[in-house]
């Protein structure tokens, strides 16, 4: 595979001139034919910046908007509740079924002894309880002592147990693998050997969002998308990025972009092997990662055409800029502008991805301020 990296691994930067010419199968509509049965299901806002492209030096720059995703202040429910229902559906019997939530509450009845369980640095760990309570199950959810009492209190408040630990968040999802039993599923998009098809199922949950994407831009008449930039934790996302737009006829560049403090992504990626990293404490609490998932590498490997790492500063920088633009991003979503403004203010960044003054970009702000309130 060639790629192209800068000498200095400290640099924070990788990229791949070969990532387009790797395709992948699309995954098809089931996944948004699951979430159009949720209640409250309604494509979020693709929001048009224009001071951005224009401090960018590019044609146009979109937001995609997660700040409100059914009910949440976050993007993870639309992974959560597709693979639950892949999970919950094969429990039953159905494996190659996605049951609605009316079908699964019909099916597993009242008095259901099964539970869900997750470890989470908040998104995710909350989505998870969140399906558990509309299904009337109970949900343990595992947390590292970083993430903020907000997000702590919004999984409480939503019927789940809480276990906060006192260790990284790695090893917080070892404790969760280590601590289901019988009649406990968990539900986590970090995966491992013997461990694949619930976090592949999240993965997959995530297209409805690409989807909602190109049928955004096709409406408002934008004929080229030029990159996509995505939030990187454990990968899951970015794998979820780079599964879509390898397997659409258009093909974007796709940035990741990491805390500076958690450069798993990048680590391996510079590598050419999973290499686990330390953590420090970081405002960019959802990416706050120190092993990439098994079942992205391959993706991230082989698809993804650069990773960059941002500061806390950074970060925060562009979720205050975002504010002024009427977009509500934390600081894991504003992250992607961040990345935009550490690669495109480069010449030799910026034309390793091929971006010209006329490009388009979209921004993937996974969540709003209110989803782990942090530093801001």
């Not at 409250?40 to 720059?61: C, D, M, R």
Request: proline letters at 5%; charged letters at 20%; aromatic letters at 6%.
């Amino acid at each position: 595979m060639m790629t192209t990296n800068t000498p200095d691994a400290t640099a924070g930067w990788y990229s791949n001139s070969a990532a387009r010419s790797w395709r992948t199968e699309p995954v098809g509509s089931t996944v948004r034919e699951f979430h159009h049965s949720l209640e409250g299901y309604t494509p979020t806002p693709l929001i048009s910046v224009p001071e951005t492209a224009a401090s960018l030096k590019i044609g146009a720059v979109f937001v995609k908007d997660e700040s409100q995703r059914l009910g949440l202040p976050a993007f993870k429910i639309l992974g959560a509740s597709y693979a639950i229902s892949r999970a919950l559906s094969a429990w039953l019997g159905s494996p190659h079924a996605a049951l609605t939530l009316d079908e699964l509450r019909s099916r597993l009845g009242v008095d259901s002894k099964l539970s869900l369980a997750a470890a989470t640095d908040g998104n995710h760990g909350r989505a998870v309880a969140h399906v558990a309570k509309l299904l009337g199950l109970g949900a343990t959810i595992y947390v590292p002592a970083e993430v903020s009492q907000a997000a702590m209190d919004a999984i409480r408040a939503e019927g789940a147990t809480l276990v906060e630990l006192s260790v990284p968040y790695d090893d917080v999802v070892r404790h969760a693998k280590n601590a289901t039993g019988e009649n406990v599923v968990l539900i986590q998009d970090t995966s491992w050997s013997g461990y694949e098809d619930i976090p592949q199922w999240i993965v997959d949950g995530y297209d409805t969002m690409f989807a909602e994407i190109d049928e955004q831009l096709r409406d408002a008449g934008v004929e080229h998308l030029d990159l996509v930039i995505a939030p990187a934790g454990v990968g899951s996302f970015a794998q979820a990025v780079v599964a879509h737009y390898r397997s659409t006829e258009h093909q974007p560049a796709v940035l990741a972009v990491e805390p500076d403090t958690a450069p798993s992504v990048t680590t391996s990626l510079l590598a050419g092997r999973i290499s686990s990293v330390p953590t420090a404490d970081t405002v960019m609490t959802g990416l706050n990662c120190g092993s990439v998932s098994g079942i992205a590498w391959p993706v991230l490997q082989a698809g993804l055409d650069a990773s960059v790492t941002v500061t806390d500063s950074e970060a925060l920088g562009a979720v205050r800029d975002l504010a002024t633009q009427d977009v509500d991003s934390g600081p894991c979503g504003a992250s992607t502008l961040a990345g935009a403004r550490a690669v495109l203010s480069d010449p030799a960044r910026r034309a390793a991805l091929g971006i010209s003054a006329d490009a388009v970009v979209v921004l993937l702000s996974t969540e709003g301020r209110a989803a782990n309130p942090k530093g801001f």
